[in-house]
């Protein structure tokens, strides 16, 4: 395993409610078929042309890049992707002729031969929209000098579906929001962002379910409107989610019912024995809000980020070197989670320790 530590193991601006920034880039290479109407041999030369040109960019990219062939990858690898968020689940339902670059990081990644030739992807902790964006613009202008995308001066960058037209650009904020789904509020605000050309949907996109009162908040429109200009609205809108959601947890944490539960949470989490990822996923939503509150105190950001990734089914999986069973992976889970929360006490008596002796 690597040592560089990646962007979910991260806390970024505003951490309390966004957990990461993400920018999509949807580009094709003129001149080539759309992936639909490509034969496998269409589509492993267009890897291998992304990927010569990755190899030759080398000194100029400020990154480098492993590869990764789906169609040698195991299921659980596939699904781990999509539960680092480095790939969608439409991405690994095929293999034939796909492969994704990530860095070591993870914060930059090419999924090649989707929907279209070049997914190009880069993700910051927090809010980052800015700076994201500059990420992903580098990379796919390095990119185009070799691979010549394709354009149209009225169209703009062109794309299998119709509904990436313009700007291929998806950016997108995974946002904490348990005070306004316990207050019904997440139905109400994603009514009015449609208007807007926004949505708020679960945790991995369209039709999936928002576990942990994890959502992600994206532009729908790519048409008519430049990056620049989708991601201050995105951004505008953004702020006025984040003073919502925090407004309702100051309320909220003033019920003694909501304290009990939030410490409850954390007190199943240190001493479970076996913990189903669903499970999981809603106590560890209640202990994020219990350290935005201020009622859980020595635990980060980062450590709760990076807890919500590891344990993920097939992550889990992956990072044990084992094929695991649905119990064997419950086990697993609450051994891992009791093992990272019990350093993290350890660390604030020795902290505590320290200061007093200090005094």
């Known amino acids: 395993m690597s040592n560089e530590s990646k962007w979910y193991e991260k806390s970024g601006p505003e951490s309390d409610v966004v957990i990461c920034t993400c920018i999509r880039l949807v580009r094709n290479l003129s001149g080539v078929p759309f992936p639909a109407r490509m034969g496998k041999a269409d589509r492993v030369a267009t890897e291998q042309k992304v990927r010569e040109t990755v190899e030759t960019e080398n000194m100029v990219i400020p990154a480098t890049f492993c590869f990764i062939d789906m169609e040698k990858v195991t299921k659980a690898e596939a699904v781990s992707l999509v539960e680092r968020h480095l790939a969608s689940p439409e991405f690994i339902s095929e293999s034939e002729g796909r492969g994704i670059l990530i860095t070591e990081d993870e914060s930059l990644s090419i999924a090649l031969n989707a929907e279209n030739h070049l997914h190009i ?3 910051m902790e927090g809010l980052n929209l800015e700076r994201v964006y500059q990420a992903a613009d580098q990379l796919e202008t390095i990119l ?56 708020l949907r679960g ?54 019912d909501v304290q009990d539960t939030v410490c409850r949470s954390l007190g199943i989490l240190q001493s479970a024995r076996i913990l189903t990822n669903d499970e999981f996923m809603r106590l560890i939503s209640n202990v994020r809000f219990g350290v935005s509150v201020g009622l859980i105190p020595n635990i980060t950001y980062d450590e709760v980020n990076k807890l919500m990734i590891d344990v993920q089914p097939a992550t889990l999986m992956v990072f044990s070197g084992k094929k695991l069973n649905p119990n064997e992976r419950h086990i697993l889970r609450a051994q891992t989670v009791s093992g990272v929360l019990k350093n993290i006490a350890d660390r604030a008596d020795d902290d505590n320790g320290r200061n007093g002796k200090e005094k």
């Open 121 to 123: 992807q880069a993700a």
């Open 144 to 199: 185009d000098k070799t691979l010549h995308f394709a354009y149209d001066d009225s169209l703009g960058y062109l794309t299998q579906s119709p509904v990436d037209l313009g700007t291929g650009m998806k950016a997108s904020l995974l946002l904490h929001l348990p005070a306004l789904k316990e207050g019904g509020g997440i139905s109400r605000i994603s009514a009015s962002l449609s208007k807007l050309g926004l949505a």
């Open 203 to 256: 945790i991995y996109g369209t039709g999936t379910e928002p576990k942990g009162a994890i959502y992600q908040l994206s532009n729908q429109v790519t048409l008519g409107l430049s990056e620049k200009e989708a991601i201050a609205n995105l951004n505008s809108i953004a702020m006025q989610i984040l003073s919502q959601e925090r407004s309702a947890r100051q309320e909220l944490a003033k019920s003694l």
